[in-house]
């Protein structure tokens, strides 16, 4: 299967997520929790509290 993007790497966060956040919040996690650069070529999955759903945070190339 061909994905439309392909990242270099995939980040899962294993903590529960409040999924009332928005990008931003999103993006406040990566960089402060797990001390990476949110515009990095990776996708970051998220997971709520019954962990039935995901979130994913998959930033652009800039060009």
């Known amino acids: 299967m061909k994905m439309f993007v392909e990242p270099a790497d995939i980040y899962l966060y294993m903590a529960i997520v409040d999924f009332r956040k928005s990008i931003n919040g999103l993006i ?12 990095r ?14 979130k994913i945070l998959c930033p652009l190339p800039v060009n």
């Open 41 to 54: 070529d990776a996708l970051f999955v998220f997971c709520n509290k019954k962990r039935d759903k995901v």
């Open 28 to 39: 406040v996690v990566v960089e402060q929790n797990m001390s990476l650069n949110s515009f």
